[in-house]
């Protein structure tokens, strides 16, 4: 134990000479830098460049109000948005059992549900749309393409006006023939319903999907916004609230593949019959009136 204490002691009183010889000392010429730094690996340097080149995001106006809800059931976000000036108001994918809350929260702020909007005919769960329209009023909205009823067919082109703002629509089909995709230029962001997903996709092996059409609409229509762009999804199951155009360029690990290798993924996923759909699609075509519960 001596021995180790004077050791110690040696070497605390010889360590300020030894920091001003190794402050003096050159470095040889032709020696390799890498020798004398800390090595830094290809991860690290991805990882800066990648933050340094996330695209800046765009805040949304002093005006518009974004509200996005959450159905546990079916793990669907619904999007309730608004003009605070006028108040008027439109809520994107609604759930049926999401109702009473949805309009409650509308009256609370002090808003006037003009639209109820749905990205597509679900099969996880029933809309939403006709309860809203019997408690608020409102119309329901969908595509044409999806065979289900509403007060108002869109198609791709049309504009949903609330207020002073206005939702641009894109026809994105492939997880269903009816699938929409809901643009709001000004606020930089997208609705994607179930066509594109957070790291993931819509399934397309029901309800006339297709996983080319899908795939196609997507990179033409969805990717060729501004890469800033927020992306809401209609469901994520692992807790995530949004994405970006650019992200899911580079990260989405089915959309980042060829159109071939595309197609042979979504072929072979071998997924569950969706628990809700023999419920859930009969109610959909019929805009969820006939599911409203009694009171």
């Given at each position: ?179 929409m995709s809901y643009v709001i ?25 297709s996983p080319k059409s899908l ?81």
């Amino acid at each position: 134990m001596r021995i180790a204490s004077v050791s110690l002691l040696s070497a605390f009183v010889r360590l300020p000479s030894l920091i001003r010889a190794s402050a003096t000392a050159k470095l040889p010429a032709s020696a390799p830098i890498k020798s004398y730094c800390a090595a830094i690996s290809p991860r690290s340097l991805h990882s800066q460049s990648t933050v340094m080149s996330l695209p800046e995001r765009k805040p949304f106006s002093a005006d518009f109000f974004f509200r996005q809800l959450f159905d546990t059931e079916s793990s669907t976000y619904s999007y309730l948005l608004a003009d605070t000036s006028s108040g008027e108001a439109v809520i994107i994918d609604p759930v049926l059992e999401q109702a009473k809350r949805d309009a409650q929260l509308v009256k609370d702020l002090g808003f006037k549900l003009k639209y109820a909007i749905n990205t597509h005919m679900h099969a996880d769960h029933i809309t939403g749309s006709g309860w809203l329209r019997q408690l608020t009023g409102c119309q329901s909205v969908i595509a044409a393409a999806s065979g289900a009823k509403a007060d108002r067919h869109i198609a791709e082109g049309d504009r949903i006006d609330f207020g002073r703002h206005s939702i641009d629509t894109l026809a994105t089909p492939g997880h269903t023939n009816g699938c929409m995709s809901y643009v709001i230029k000004e606020q930089g962001c997208v609705f994607t319903g179930d066509t594109l997903l957070i790291r993931g996709c819509g399934r397309t092996d029901f309800q006339e999907g297709s996983p080319k059409s899908l795939y196609e609409n997507v990179h033409a229509k969805i990717f060729s916004l501004p890469e800033n762009f927020r992306i809401y999804p209609a469901h994520d199951y692992k807790g995530q609230l949004e994405s970006s155009v650019w992200e899911e360029k580079r990260y989405n690990p089915r959309l980042t593949k060829s159109l071939e290798q595309f197609i042979e993924i979504m072929e072979n996923l071998n997924l569950p019959y969706p628990k809700k759909i023999d419920a859930s699609l009969p109610a959909n075509r019929e805009c969820g009136v006939y599911d409203i519960p009694k009171e």
